[in-house]
């Protein structure tokens, strides 16, 4: 999986032009290489260049040692050489609301099931619905991008039979409905039958996935040697730092490697962000002054307050001892999360990115009902009694019983509903209105 968030409001990401990066480079007639981040590489050039470097004023424009040693183990010198970046989406239900912000339409996607759901009658309508999910939302947010399905326990199903059997159910739920779906045509299949345990089928699932790779056409994109040094630099402070301020990145680009025109910065940014080798998000002042170099430390931050109790549960113990278990049970009872809650489970730091960065992408809203600051979060809501009289008022009915909901609008709606009210309170000098 490749790339963090290029499809949303909150991320509007400058065009590079091939001009834009020729003028950068000032290489344009040498042969490239490719060094690949994250599914999409960019072109860096080729060992010959090195030889032909000019000097002026007995000043050597590019030092080849340098150039070495500022790429480590990202520089490679064959055009053959692929690196990939892996992400893992959580399958527990509570973690769909995330999702939103990393399914892009850049990258290869592949869908994983449990063969065996399949083939035992109990379970294969949950798991038809499991994969028409995926299939739908990957195909909302990503529909050019290349789909292989991978079927899991190989060795624990009974042979060619069962995998035909299989492949049966998923060609009637692919049909014609999802064209971006990578046949494997070793096998005459739709999907890659594949055993961990054992390694089958790996070998031939992981070459499809560098075949499909190579024929994307931005794998060939030619990006300045300037920028991707500084992306080396950044990236080489991951052991200590999960994120760099804005300024602090203009400052390594001014300072060593002269990169000072205006916007040129952000417009470095937005290409290694649309590549998921970073993420910077640029819709308020916030936002756009962090960028996360460590993809996990924005993970586990939301996953702590975004989190199946039930699997992941938070020691009750722990925020007992530290004046917060009533905190803690108001948030996962009714999905309401108190400031001082967020602020220690983030450990004090950008908590005010972090509750940003929850509204813009509508994961949380603003709770105006109480004298604390509380917020609601809408994928924690759990599933009430229904009323037993018959609610007043005008009523707005959405029908989905014949098409795909994308997961996530209806929680979006509430924070919309709730921010709606909100303001409503605002604007009556916070006169007390009925919570909800």
């Keep these: 999986r490749t790339g963090m968030n290029n499809n949303n409001n909150f991320n509007d990401v400058p065009e590079v032009t091939e001009q834009n990066n020729n003028d950068l480079t000032g290489a344009p007639n040498v042969n490239p290489i490719v060094v690949v981040n994250n599914n999409e590489p960019q072109e860096v050039w080729e060992e010959e260049w090195f030889d032909d470097v000019v000097e002026e004023e007995d000043e050597v424009l590019v030092d080849e040692k340098d150039i070495f040693r500022q790429y480590n183990e990202n520089l490679f010198f064959d055009a053959e050489s692929l690196m990939l970046s892996l992400w893992d989406f959580g399958g527990q239900d509570v973690f769909y609301s995330m999702h939103h912000m990393f399914l892009t339409k850049s990258g290869v996607y592949v869908l994983v099931f449990d063969m065996r759901q399949i083939l035992d009658e109990n379970t294969t309508e949950e798991a038809v619905k499991y994969l028409q999910f995926w299939l739908n939302s990957i195909k909302l947010h990503a529909p050019h991008a290349p789909l292989l399905i991978a079927g899991t326990f190989l060795e624990d199903i009974e042979g060619n039979k069962d995998v035909m059997a299989v492949d ?92 000072k025109g205006k916007g040129e910065v952000e417009v ?68 309401l999360a108190s400031y001082d809650f967020l602020n220690y489970v983030w450990g004090g730091d950008q908590v005010e990115f972090f509750i940003d960065l929850m509204k813009r992408t509508m994961l949380l809203s603003e709770w105006n009902y109480r004298e604390e600051k509380y917020y609601l979060i809408p994928s924690l809501l759990k599933r009430k009694k229904e009323p037993q009289n018959e609610l007043e008022g005008i009523r707005c009915v959405f029908d989905f019983s014949k098409t795909f909901l994308p997961n996530g609008v209806f929680q979006r709606l509430i924070c919309l509903s709730i921010a709606h009210c909100s303001s409503f309170v605002k604007a009556n000098d916070g006169a007390v209105v009925e919570e909800p």
């Design 268 to 335: 470095v940014l937005s290409l290694f962000h649309e590549r998921g080798m970073i993420i910077h998000l640029n819709s308020t002042e916030t936002l756009r002054n962090i960028i996360i170099i460590k993809p996990q430390w924005l993970i586990d931050a939301l996953s702590s307050v975004i989190r199946d109790e039930s699997l992941h549960a938070l020691d009750e113990k722990e925020f007992e001892n530290v004046g917060l278990k009533k905190d803690l049970e108001l948030t996962f009872q009714d999905s």
């Design 168 to 259: 049966n159910v998923l060609s009637e739920v692919v049909k014609t409905s999802f064209p971006q779906v990578v046949q494997n045509d070793d096998e005459n299949l739709v999907l890659f039958p594949i055993d961990n345990k054992e390694c089958s089928g790996i070998l031939g699932l992981r070459t499809k996935i560098e075949q499909v790779v190579r024929k994307d056409k931005s794998v060939y994109q030619k990006v300045s040697m300037n920028w991707i040094r500084l992306l080396d630099q950044i990236l080489a402070k991951r052991d200590k730092e999960s994120y760099l301020t804005l300024a602090e990145v203009k400052a390594i680009a001014k300072d060593n490697f002269g990169i």
